[in-house]
Each structure stands twice: as structure tokens, then as C-alpha cells.
């Protein structure tokens, strides 16, 4: 079946540094590929998506791209905020109805 | 526009006690669904729904039951609880239209069963 993994955390770094969320992927088809964000307390809110292969998802300074041929979904900032700290989910679009097939998700902080 | 919402925020339960949450969205849309989310393994699908009277089984179905009576509403049953089924629960909605939509999060229940 489709299944999502994402690098092991937790993941802390210093606020301006790069940082690299690997998520690497397995389906059937051709699945949209999403990053979701948890901040401490809430529910999940989406960061961004792809839609097909070579797309690039972008928001608030995240980046993405779809890459068919790594099955790869890899979430990149170029300058970290302490805001940025929360835990972040890898997810692709199962077959039919919409559903989501989520990755473990990464604890990321980010320390001043 | 409240979105999705969840209550309980907060549960606790002995285990055999039954229990419902309830889910509820003012987006009119026609996709519901069900997640538990426990620590290293991500969210996982319980249930779902397609629209008003229908539902089927996600991933982890086994020992809940769901219904949808309403469009807005989506109802997650336990019957008899287990210690198993402590967790974080969230509800997602999302639109139907051909492509994939984004779902919308709740902001969850946590579950514990004694």
C-alpha cells in the first residue's frame, strides 16, 4: 500500500539556519503530495501542496518540490524563526475519497 | 465561519465506559473524516465519510463506530473502551471537487483510558 517516511527527529536548530525535512514516499498512481504543520495545542493546517511531478508547493518561505523520480517530497526553509517551531507532516493522497496517508512527522525547534 | 470544531476538548474514561465525540463543520463540505494520532506513528484514518448517510472504513477501524446523519456533523463512537484507544483524536473535512482538496482540521480531543 501508499506510505509515507519522513526523516527522524527531533529536529533543533538555531533561529536563520537552513533547514531540510526529508520526506520520501511510496504509491500507486500519481498522488498530490502535502506538508501540514501542528503548532503546540492545535490541529493540523496545511503548509503547502503538489499537485503533480516537478511542481513546487511554496508558503510563508517553505519550498517543496515533487520529484517522480526520488519519490521525494523534501520541505526547505532558507531562514528559520522560533515561530517556525512545531511538528510537521509529510502526507499523499490515498486512492479515492480524498483520504490522506500521513508520514510519523518531525518535532522541529527553533532556538533564539 | 468557526470551521471545524471538536468537543470534547478533554476525556478521561474507564475502561468498558462508552463515550461520543462529536465533529462538526460550517464549510458545507462533503467529505468528513476521523484521524488518531499517537506519538511516532503520524495521524491514521479511522473513518470517513463521503456525504450525509454514508461511511466507510479507514485504517484503523476496529473498535469504533462512526455516523453521519447531518452533513455538518460527524459522530465517532466507542463502545467499550480500551487502553488502546488513548490518544489524540482529530476531525478533517474537506470539499468534493476533482482534484485533491485541502482538509480542514479540528483541534482535537485527548483521550485517556484508564
Known amino acids: 500500500g501508499n506510505s509515507v517516511t519522513q526523516m527522524e527527529g527531533p529536529v533543533t536548530l538555531s533561529e536563520e539556519a537552513f533547514l531540510t525535512i526529508n520526506c520520501t514516499y511510496t504509491?500507486?498512481?500519481?498522488?498530490?503530495l502535502f506538508w501540514y504543520v501542528q503548532y503546540p495545542g492545535e490541529g493540523l493546517q496545511l503548509l503547502l501542496k503538489?499537485?503533480?511531478?516537478?511542481d513546487k508547493g511554496s508558503n510563508k518561505g517553505f519550498e517543496a518540490t515533487y520529484r517522480k523520480e526520488t519519490t521525494s517530497f523534501h520541505l526547505e526553509k532558507g531562514s528559520v524563526q522560533v515561530s517556525d517551531s512545531a511538528v510537521y507532516f509529510c502526507?499523499?493522497?490515498?486512492?479515492?475519497?480524498?483520504?490522506?496517508?500521513f508520514g510519523q512527522g518531525t518535532r522541529l525547534t527553533i532556538n533564539p | 465561519n468557526a470551521g471545524v470544531t471538536q468537543t470534547p476538548k478533554f476525556r478521561v474514561l474507564k475502561t468498558g465506559q462508552s463515550m461520543t465525540l462529536l465533529c462538526a463543520q460550517d464549510m458545507n463540505h462533503e467529505y468528513m473524516y476521523w484521524y488518531r494520532q499517537d506519538p511516532g506513528m503520524g495521524l491514521r484514518l479511522i473513518h470517513y465519510s463521503v456525504g450525509e448517510g454514508t461511511t466507510a472504513k479507514g485504517e484503523v477501524p476496529d473498535g469504533y463506530n462512526v455516523s453521519r446523519l447531518k452533513k455538518q456533523n460527524f459522530l465517532l463512537g466507542l463502545e467499550s473502551a480500551a487502553p488502546s484507544q488513548t490518544s489524540v483524536y482529530f476531525c478533517?473535512?474537506?470539499?468534493?471537487?476533482?482534484?485533491?482538496?485541502?482538509?480542514?482540521f479540528g483541534p482535537g480531543t485527548r483521550l485517556l483510558v484508564l
Open positions: 503538489a499537485t503533480k511531478a516537478d
Open positions: 478533517a473535512s474537506a470539499r468534493l471537487t476533482g482534484v485533491q482538496e485541502t482538509q480542514y
Open positions: 504509491a500507486t498512481g500519481y498522488p498530490s
Open positions: 502526507a499523499l493522497s490515498d486512492q479515492g475519497a480524498q483520504k490522506l496517508v
